[in-house]
């Protein structure tokens, strides 16, 4: 059996990487999903660790990067294409600097969505940062030997994709379209441990106390409306607060991105749940 055939159904890895990606945590998250996902709903998409590993028969996944959600739907709708128009990127540390600079908003879905990717790969640390006009401003990566992305990768993720609807947003509107049974996992930019600790910064918006207290209402809504939903965040006495009488377990993460070096290490985060 080829290769790609015998992947289709099995777990698959995020195409790019994520600041709070979950891919190291799916070990400790197995025995947390529910037993059976038959609809999953993602509205902190990201890199999709979740998604990917639980490859569930339908899904809607939302996030409020545009560029990001743009470069799903590319790889989604036009994945032969988008493989032939990453062929002319280069990485070097000029050419880089040139791709960053141009205006997202003067080019095709296409060349956007090259243009994410290439900036996801070759930027540092596999960062998506931009600054409060929304401007990409992650330096070179220096990263000499890697590759883009794996052809078959991309094709897999793709096929991945075509059972699922891709919208762009606040986290409230993927909620919308919620429906009882349906599988919810909420994973929003952590509330920092530190006022220094933050990263924040994937979109030109914050996300601060006031967005934490209205995601928990949500889950709150959600809960009631018969959802079940899991919802990662730090551990913090005011997580904790806003969570108390949910089921909540903790987990150990490891954290890579601390611009202070602070926060590196094992540290304990939450997993809250309204399921056993
Ligand atoms: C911790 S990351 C999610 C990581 C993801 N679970 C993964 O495995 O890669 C949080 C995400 O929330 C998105 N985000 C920030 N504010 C948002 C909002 N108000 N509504 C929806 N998404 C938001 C960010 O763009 C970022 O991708």
Redesign the pocket.
């Given at each position: 059996m080829p290769d790609c055939h015998r992947k289709q159904n099995l777990p698959l890895k995020?195409l790019?990487k994520?600041?709070?990606?979950?891919?190291r945590l799916i070990a400790q998250f197995l025995f947390l999903f529910p037993v059976k996902v038959n609809f999953l709903v993602?509205?902190?998409?990201?890199?999709?660790?979740?998604?990917f590993h639980l490859n569930p028969t339908g899904a809607i996944i939302?996030?409020?990067?545009e560029e990001?959600m743009n470069f799903y739907r590319v790889v989604r709708d036009h994945p032969v294409e988008l493989l032939a128009d990453l062929q002319r990127h280069v990485n070097t540390e000029e050419y880089y600097y040139r791709v960053r600079s141009l205006d997202p908003a003067q080019m095709t879905s296409l060349e956007r969505a090259s243009r994410f990717l290439y900036l996801n790969k070759y930027g540092y640390n596999g960062l998506?940062r931009v600054n409060s006009k929304g401007i990409h401003n992650v330096p070179y990566g220096r990263y000499k030997n890697k590759k883009l992305v794996h052809e078959q990768d991309l094709i897999l993720v793709s096929a991945r994709l075509k059972k699922t609807r891709i919208l762009c947003?606040?986290?409230?509107?993927?909620l919308e379209e919620t429906e009882p049974g349906m599988f919810v996992?909420l994973?929003?930019?952590?509330h920092p441990l530190s006022e220094t600790a933050r990263f924040?910064s994937?979109?030109s918006?914050?996300?601060g106390e006031e967005?934490q207290r209205r995601?928990a209402r949500a889950f709150q809504n959600l809960d009631q409306r018969g959802c079940r939903v899991m919802l990662?965040n730090s551990d913090t006495p005011f997580i904790r607060e806003l969570y108390r009488g949910y089921n909540i377990v903790e987990v150990k993460a490891r954290r890579a991105i601390n611009c202070k070096g602070e926060g590196r290490g094992l540290l304990t985060e939450l997993v809250i749940r309204n399921y056993h």
């Open positions: 995020p790019i994520w600041a709070g990606g979950k891919s993602e509205p902190f998409f990201g890199g999709g660790a979740v998604f939302s996030d409020k990067n990001l998506w947003g606040d986290f409230s509107l993927a996992y994973d929003p930019p952590y924040t994937y979109t918006d914050s996300f967005e995601l990662s």
